[in-house]
């Protein structure tokens, strides 16, 4: 399975739990300010991502959706 995720940069407040929550270690925190004045995380290289969603759901914003396509 191959996933994706796209992390809303304007709602997420940098928290952390999903860079630390993601087993393949593909998400991390920018060094740009979104215009709330926090550094978002940022999803970096899809290529080993699965889907599994461990991101989304230890994301308290709810700022992360997942994605995912069966490899056929």
């Known amino acids: 399975m191959k996933g994706k995720i796209v992390i809303d940069r304007e709602r997420c407040k940098g928290c952390q739990y999903c860079v630390l929550n993601c087993p393949q270690k593909l998400i991390e925190i920018d060094d740009a300010f979104n215009t709330n004045g926090f550094f978002p995380a940022v ?12 991101c989304a759901i230890s994301c308290p914003d709810i700022a992360i959706e997942v994605y995912r396509e069966d490899k056929d």
Do not use: V
């Open 43 to 54: 999803f970096r290289d899809e290529n080993g991502c699965t889907g599994c969603a461990l």
